[in-house]
T-cell receptor, first 115, second 113 residues
Framework: DVKVTQSSRYLVKRTGEKVFLECVQD?????MFWYRQDPGLGLRLIYF???????EKGDIPEGYSVSREKKERFSLILESASTNQTSMYLC??????????????FGPGTRLTVL | DQQVKQNSPSLSVQEGRISILNCDYT??????FLWYKKYPAEGPTFLIS?????DKNEDGRFTVFLNKSAKHLSLHIVPSQPGDSAVYFC????????????FGSGTRLSIRP
């Protein structure tokens, strides 16, 4: 079974802090994704990566950056956290380079609160 | 501009009856559709998918129907069970979506005894 783990289930940070969210997958998947889930808005793609050191912007990349130094690990960085970044953050991975037709496997999520 | 729409934020169905969750899309280039299920405090899990070359795909109690002319798909759960209570996300992808999966806003399904 694919396992996607996220470093924290719950996180509380202050406005202006730099925040790191870590995600690790154990199935040698090519692609990794970061989403945020907000009520009424569903899952919105922040960034994704199809290879080590490669990254692509999703639909809402503003205020975020990412890092993928190793194939199994994909980090989401909030350079200066703001209250509108309070959300549930979900990491996902999928097996092959072709993104469209691949089932994505999700981690349990990190609920981030920015005060 | 939401390309994948789930217009019902919530649905309540009696145990044993059929649950029907609906999803509409606007991009005619979408050619692969998925349903994910999400329990509280867990990540979404893949449930069932359908390619645009089909109009129906069945997996046990779950059936997805695709109406390409109406740009509409639906998920049927028969019979509904208490463990089906969750949020269901419809998703779509295709060559015109820059190889990304686009998710809808979700429908919260509650199965009442």
């Amino acid at each position: 079974d694919v396992k996607v783990t996220q470093s924290s289930r719950y996180l509380v940070k202050r406005t202006g802090e730099k925040v790191f969210l870590e995600c690790v997958q154990d199935m040698d998947h090519e692609n990794m994704f970061w989403y945020r889930q907000d009520p009424g808005l569903g899952l919105r793609l922040i960034y994704f990566s199809y290879d080590v050191k490669m990254k692509e912007k999703g639909d809402i990349p503003e205020g975020y950056s990412v890092s993928r130094e190793k194939k199994e690990r994909f980090s989401l960085i909030l350079e200066s956290a703001s209250t509108n970044q309070t959300s549930m953050y979900l990491c996902a991975s999928s097996l092959e380079r072709e993104l469209s037709y691949n089932e994505q496997f999700f981690g349990p999520g990190t609920r981030l609160t920015v005060l | 501009d939401q390309q994948v729409k789930q217009n019902s934020p919530s649905l309540s169905v009696q145990e044993g009856r059929i649950s029907i969750l609906n999803c509409d899309y606007t991009n005619s280039m979408f050619d692969y559709f998925l349903w994910y299920k999400k329990y509280p405090a867990e990540g979404p899990t893949f449930l069932i998918s359908i390619s645009s070359i089909k109009d129906k795909n069945e997996d046990g109690r779950f059936t997805v129907f695709l109406n390409k002319s109406a740009k509409h798909l639906s998920l049927h759960i028969v019979p509904s069970q208490p463990g089906d209570s969750a949020v269901y996300f419809c998703a779509a992808s295709g060559y015109s979506s820059a190889s990304k999966i686009i998710f809808g806003s979700g429908t919260r399904l509650s199965i009442r005894p």
